[in-house]
């Protein structure tokens, strides 16, 4: 229930036109505990763009800056002043989780808002982006449109953000969110 009533305010859907095609993904409104708000997605969701167009829940949308990549993660921050602006709410960033923890998972697959009841099944160490990092494989289906979406606990904190879709059994694979809201942020990413 808590989830319930904090997703729909804080992953919202994106589009994104460069490198020759479009794009269409999710973006997770955080609070870090410590006075930041910050908007979310992956890097190859924005890659060659400077901009991306968010829907916001009442169906308006807003064009923000894509502010720099996350280094050696595929994740990117977006400018969330507009968010804040528009009078949404950011959830707060959770303790890490792990197998066996109950979890929900929140994006716009395929363009429809959508949360899966699911738990983490694994956490595995996996190389990527120039770096290797922890990440949470939670079983449940990923499909085109959740990448960026969020990992929720039970209590409504974001626990991940959404970043693939493991190639042996097609289940979400999620960063830690607390190994994002610390590591250095570089240039937007290119094509």
Do not use: W
């Amino acid at each position: 229930d808590v989830v319930t009533s904090a997703a729909p305010s804080s992953v919202l859907e994106v589009f994104v036109t460069s490198c020759g095609t479009s794009r269409q993904a999710s973006a997770t409104y955080l609070s870090d505990g410590a006075g930041r708000v910050l908007l979310m997605t992956n890097r190859h969701v924005v890659r060659g763009t400077s901009g991306v167009r968010v829907v916001l829940p009442d169906g308006a949308t807003v064009e923000l800056a894509v502010l720099g990549g996350v280094v050696g993660k595929d994740a990117a921050l977006l400018d969330a002043r507009p968010l804040e602006d528009a009078g949404l709410s950011p959830a707060p960033a959770g303790l890490p989780v792990g197998p066996e923890d109950s979890v929900v998972v929140a994006g716009h697959p395929a363009g429809s808002f959508r949360l899966d009841g699911a738990s983490v099944v694994d956490v595995q160490r996996r190389a990527a982006y120039g770096s290797a990092s922890e990440v949470l494989l939670v079983v449940t289906a990923a499909e085109g449109g959740h990448s960026g979406g969020a990992v929720f606990d039970r209590t409504g904190a974001v626990v991940g953000l959404v970043a693939a879709r493991d190639p042996g059994t097609s289940r979400v694979v999620a960063y830690r969110i607390g190994d994002l809201l610390h590591a250095p942020v570089g240039p937007p990413p290119g094509c």
